[in-house]
T-cell receptor, first 111, second 109 residues
Framework: NAGVTQTPKFRILKIGQSMTLQCTQDMNHNYMYWYRQDPGMGLKLIYYSVGAGITDKGEVPNGYNVSRSTTEDFPLRLELAAPSQTSVYFC??????????FGPGTRLTVT | KNEVEQSPQNLTAQEGEFITINCSYSVGISALHWLQQHPGGGIVSLFMLSSGKKKHGRLIATINIQEKHSSLHITASHPRDSAVYICAGRPNTGNQFYFGTGTSLTVIP
């Protein structure tokens, strides 16, 4: 089992560009999350999903969008990238008892 | 103010020492998650607990829900334990976790 996979691992964007961060899981977990981790800060929740077709905003959703058409995939879309979105992005899945399993992360730089 | 506070922020220990990392929270939570983040960045789940104590190898996690406090202990620490340890509380309502900023542990041979 691959667990939770994220692509790409690294990306550099210019201000105003858009991109999609991919997240795929083969654990059949209903819960999926997108977090960002800034230096010296705790993980912040961007969006989450409790199942296919259901998504909801987290603590810092501005500038991002998500969709969840299947149990396996939970892509995160950045529109009009800004320097403030430079961060490390983690996708995670969650079990029914809320234990979370994290992907390897995507390091994004916006210049 | 963060809903979840960890202490200490940084910790250096000699190999073999007993280590304690503390996590306190200001909101009511139903469960607490301890995570380990390796120097390469990957995040691994260590424990999920809502009461009492759990043990896995040299790691022990305890929680007192009423006192809003949890501890992570590492016995016979080893340099491979060097990592950032993160606690996260799941509130009684809602689907979000509140994350601490992490404790950076370095174990010196």
């Amino acid at each position: 089992n691959a667990g939770v996979t994220q692509t790409p691992k690294f990306r550099i964007l210019k201000i105003g560009q858009s991109m999609t961060l991919q997240c795929t899981q083969d654990m059949n977990h209903n819960y999926m999350y997108w977090y960002r981790q800034d230096p010296g800060m705790g993980l912040k929740l961007i969006y989450y999903s409790v199942g296919a077709g259901i998504t909801d905003k987290g603590e810092v959703p501005n500038g991002y969008n998500v969709s969840r058409s299947t149990t396996e995939d939970f892509p995160l879309r950045l529109e009009l990238a800004a320097p403030s979105q430079t961060s490390v992005y983690f996708c995670a899945t969650g079990t029914a008892t809320y234990e979370q399993y994290f992907g390897p992360g995507t390091r994004l730089t916006v210049t | 103010k963060n809903e979840v506070e960890q202490s200490p922020q940084n910790l250096t220990a000699q190999e073999g020492e007993f280590i304690t990392i503390n996590c306190s929270y200001s909101v009511g939570i139903s469960a607490l998650h301890w995570l380990q983040q390796h120097p390469g960045g990957g995040i691994v789940s260590l424990f999920m607990l809502s009461s009492g104590k759990k043990k896995h190898g040299r790691l022990i996690a305890t929680i007192n829900i009423q006192e809003k406090h949890s501890s992570l202990h590492i016995t016979a620490s080893h340099p491979r334990d060097s990592a950032v340890y993160i606690c996260a509380g799941r509130p009684n309502t809602g689907n979000q976790f509140y994350f601490g900023t992490g404790t950076s542990l370095t174990v010196i041979p």
